[in-house]
């Protein structure tokens, strides 16, 4: 199963040349033998060697983030669960996927086998719960009357009956199925917002349920009656799903800082709490018990997975890479699970460094092997925006708060902060000359400021504060020749201004949907717009004219850039980069390899490799020669 190359090559789509960063890690598995990891990330299912700690394999085929993985009983297969509506089975040997199982119409949020591994359940967005057999891929049944989305279930252990939970808005408890005629059979009613995450004990006689308010229930499996609840302190804060111990006398679960704390399962009485010797900020994600008992594996929203001795209570062992996340957003209907993404990209004058917003960090890379040349961490919320200045000396941030930053590129010393917005600054740019910088708040403003080049402190003055836009500021980019700014809001317009006054010059309203990304052609003859409507539209930077209105497959345009000689330009949408030559508007090619939004986008010097970063935590850089040959 070792692949002979770097794994930054494996399952790499047509037309990527390197992939950058592992993804976010949702839930993590042992394999029957103990002798590897299983991940279930947002682009693929990672399998490590638990002794090394060496990836092993990257199987993909999911097009969205993987929500969920379980191995049958006998161990032969698993079964993922994405957001791409799908279930599928997975050879456990060889990683060769088996059958895909179609008919949700929302995405998915767990799977389990039946104990008599001939079926398996899946529980979803789309407010069902549906049953397969896992020999020809057809639905068995389909369970409805959950009002909300569903967010887990789980066969007893005896297999008699499915347990099922939904999201906020429904009636906060446990529902009980027969798992042989599909019938609703009770309700276990609780008095919370939402039941996160039930499991059966291992003798059939309790269900234990995590709460959205930190709590850990016990329940009668067969009365409903509320049993006890774990003696929870508050600075444990949020818990991982639960892994039972082999003997199944006892129950981990991850805490706050990444730390683990084991159960007692006949009393809910906590036993140990392993802790961190060094300070964590970090939420559990998942946990898992190895086979032999010795070992909890427990992976955290750092992007970190630590190997816990049972007996000794320490860190053995460390998996790394994977892509931080620090949100603590639960899941309700019609949102997504908690933010991964690598928010913004950007390429040195030069092409030799690409610099990159990565959870709460700014990560240096050396854009031909990937590897880090330096890393900021003096941020505090996720980067969401990060520009070079002309000369490559200077990196402005923006990261969720109401302060720009500045950093020296050369040794990422911080240089300085802009203050003023009432609001978070989502979008910073510098003007070609490096003297000005603008900031996009949602504040429904735009700020210029002074940058004062040369000297030794950097932060200038308070210029203009724009302020026509009625919504927040997405994006914001400056003309060529540095006199005008193009700004898009959640207003649904384009606005254009002038830099030496502060003057605002033409409103533009062809989009129907907030505008998320502006850029320039490099002559400045040419600006563009990408809306949440799906459209990109190309404007006369001169007259205002609306030259084209480009449309592709799918709606949300986050992200657009034109390559170095003007000639072509790409959108990042969600999951795909569409490439549309700027003279004719013809569609020239279609990339496919991320798994969730394509946030930002950035060509390198020379025109011939295109990075984009993603929601799904990950950088791919493409080979687009082929297409500007085109």
Not at 204 to 223: C, K, P, Q
């Amino acid at each position: 199963m070792q692949k002979p190359q770097h794994y930054t090559q494996w399952g790499l789509p047509p037309d990527a040349k390197k992939r950058i960063g592992k993804g976010g890690i949702n839930e993590i598995k042992y394999f029957p033998d103990g002798t590897r990891l299983a991940v279930a990330s947002t682009i693929g299912i990672w399998i490590y060697d638990v002794q090394t700690c060496k990836p092993l394999e990257l199987i993909t085929g999911h097009t969205r983030p993987i929500n969920s993985l379980v191995f049958s009983p006998d161990g032969r297969t698993f079964a993922t669960a994405s957001d791409d509506k799908t279930a599928r089975l997975w050879d456990a040997n060889t990683g060769q996927h088996k059958i895909s199982f179609i008919g949700h119409t929302e995405a998915i949020n767990s799977v389990t086998f039946s104990p008599d591994g001939e079926r398996f359940a899946t529980a979803s967005d789309d407010k069902t719960i549906r049953l397969w057999n896992l020999l020809t891929g057809e639905q068995i049944a389909k369970l409805e009357g959950h009002t909300e989305i569903v967010l887990s279930a789980e066969f007893s252990p005896d297999g008699t009956v499915l347990a099922s939970s939904e999201a906020f808005g429904g009636k906060g408890g446990i529902w009980v199925w027969d798992a042989h005629t599909y019938e609703f059979l009770k309700l276990f009613e609780e008095d919370t917002d939402w039941v996160e995450y039930i499991v059966y004990s291992p003798d059939s006689s309790m269900l234990i349920s995590r709460e959205t308010r930190g709590e850990v229930n016990f329940w009668d499996a067969n009365t409903g009656k509320k049993l006890k609840t774990c003696e929870v302190e508050s600075w444990m804060g949020d818990f991982s799903p639960i892994s039972f111990a082999p003997d199944g006398h006892s129950f981990a679960t991850g805490i706050k800082n990444g730390d683990v704390c084991l159960w007692d399962i006949g009393t809910g009485r906590l036993l140990k709490n392993f802790e961190h010797e060094e300070d964590v900020d970090s939420s559990p994600s998942s946990v898992a018990f190895s086979p032999d008992g010795e070992t909890i594996a427990c992976a955290s929203e750092d992007g970190t997975i630590r190997f816990w001795k049972v007996n000794t209570g320490k860190v053995s062992k460390t998996i790394t890479n994977h892509t931080p996340h620090h949100s603590a957003t639960q899941k309700t209907e019609g949102t997504q699970a908690p933010s991964q993404r690598t928010y913004s990209v950007a390429y040195s004058s030069d092409g030799n460094t690409l610099a990159s917003g990565y959870g709460t960090e700014i990560h240096f890379r050396n854009p031909e092997t990937g590897e880090i040349k330096t890393t900021i961490t003096g941020t505090r919320e996720n980067v969401c925006s990060v520009i070079y200045s002309s000369d490559g000396k200077i990196l402005a941030s923006a990261e969720g708060t109401t302060k720009a930053r500045l950093w020296d590129t050369q040794n990422g010393r911080f240089l300085g902060s802009f203050v003023g917005h009432k609001e978070s600054i989502s979008a910073v740019a510098f003007s070609p000359d490096g003297r000005m910088l603008a900031t996009g708040s949602d504040d429904n403003t735009i700020r210029l400021w002074d940058v004062r080049i040369g000297e030794v402190y950097l932060i200038g003055e308070l210029l203009f504060t724009l302020t026509e836009h009625t919504d927040s500021v997405c994006t914001v980019a400056f003309s060529p020749d540095g006199d005008n700014l193009a700004t898009g809001s959640c207003d649904k317009t384009v606005r254009l201004w002038d830099v030496r006054t502060g003057n605002h010059l033409k409103t533009f309203t062809a989009h129907i949907g907030s505008v998320y990304a502006v850029a320039y052609s490099p002559d400045g003859s040419i600006f563009a717009s990408g809306s949440e409507d799906g459209t990109l539209c190309l404007w006369n930077s001169q007259t205002g004219e609306l030259l084209e209105t480009l449309k592709g497959q799918t709606k949300n345009i986050f992200s657009v850039a034109f390559s170095p000689n003007g000639s072509l330009i790409a959108c990042g949408y969600n999951g795909a980069i569409y490439f549309w030559n700027v003279q004719t508007g013809k569609l020239l090619d279609t990339y496919k390899g991320h798994t969730d939004v394509v946030d930002s986008l950035a060509y390198s010097p020379d025109g011939e490799t295109l990075a984009s970063g993603s929601k799904d935590g990950t950088i791919l850089l493409w080979d687009i020669t082929t297409v500007t040959n085109r």
